[in-house]
């Protein structure tokens, strides 16, 4: 449980992390990028800029660039940027603006 | 999960600005600075940057400037830089190498009295400058 990093939902944050091998879970707000094993914008969170990891699901709101092996895209999510993937799913309802492609 | 606080996983490496955090717990490697109800730096985080806060439990590496209410520094905390505490709590190991201030709020503790004397001179002041001009308009009549 110590290795996760959570972002509560009042909190908003501006920065780099890493966080290599390890899980990240934004709530609220996220600004600046993340390098991480597993990425979860939950519903209501706001990210803006560049996440990198293996995987990421995207149920918030997401400005930016993406960059994983497997990539899902919830209904509530909002996206915005481009979308570097090797796997994606996208559920009805989910709006995607911007430009998909697969990791080179 | 929405109840849960926030916090930097241990092996994770952050560097930035956090903001509108009641309770943040640090398991990582942290720079930055934090206005904040209640922290927590644990015992694999190193922390570099201000801390304010209500509370502050330390059984990690610090580095900086912290001001808080309550202070505690565990057996494993190595805190450099500068705190300034209202209450703390020091556990025997723990290893500091810095600045300690007991009430740095010194807006409370300079003495009252030299200001209030300082307007109540200048009102003086004042009331006597009146007289002189009245007095003044009474000799122009």
Redesign the interface.
Known sequence: M????????????????????????V??SFS?NIN?NEVVL?EGSRFEGEVEARTIIIEGELKGKVKSYQLTVAQTARVDGELLTNSIEVASGAEIAGSIARVS | MSDQQSSIGSGAKFKGKISGAKALEINGDVEADIDIGKITIGQDAHFKGGIKADLAVISGIYEGTMQAESIWLTDTSRVSGEIRYQSLQMDRGAALNCRVVYNWDDTDQKPKKSKSKETKESSEDSENVSEDITEESNENE
Do not use: F, M, Q, R
Request: hydrophobic share 45%.
């Open positions: 110590s290795e996760i990093t959570y972002i509560s939902k009042e909190v908003s944050v501006e920065g780099v992390l890493e966080a290599a091998d390890l899980k990240v879970i709530a609220g600046g991480a939950e």
